[in-house]
């Protein structure tokens, strides 16, 4: 699977957080709120934030506020959303030029898959 896949969206829907390690890329799952419900290794190691401190936090404010703006966060306040972005980490991390997918799924779930630029 790579994050451009179109099917990427049902595949993230139908899998487990233990599959979503075996991607190489980033992989936030959000519910509507934006808190964390799936964290996989690809992003924590490329954020700096491990999925223990991920895990049941709000990822604008408390994980990756560096996301909380118009470009990301507000976004997913969008009807439908699908689309790729490039963007830069710099939260925990030293500046990291990334693409960004946003993904709003239509069972409620929210993803932001990462990738280095």
Not at 72 to 78: F, I, L
């Amino acid at each position: 699977m790579k994050i451009s896949d179109n099917g990427l969206p049902t595949w993230l829907d139908a899998n487990t957080d233990e599959a979503y390690d075996d991607l190489d890329f980033g992989i936030v799952r959000m519910d509507y709120r934006g808190i964390i419900t799936a964290y996989n290794s690809a992003e924590s190691a490329l954020s700096g934030v491990t999925k223990e401190n991920a895990i049941g936090k709000h990822f604008f404010t408390q994980v990756a506020p560096c996301t909380n703006n118009f470009m990301v966060a507000e976004r997913y306040k969008e009807e439908e959303l699908d689309e790729v972005i490039p963007y830069m980490f710099t939260y925990v991390t030293k500046p990291t030029k990334v693409e960004l997918r946003l993904i709003k799924a239509k069972n409620g779930n929210q993803y932001l898959l990462a990738h280095k630029a």
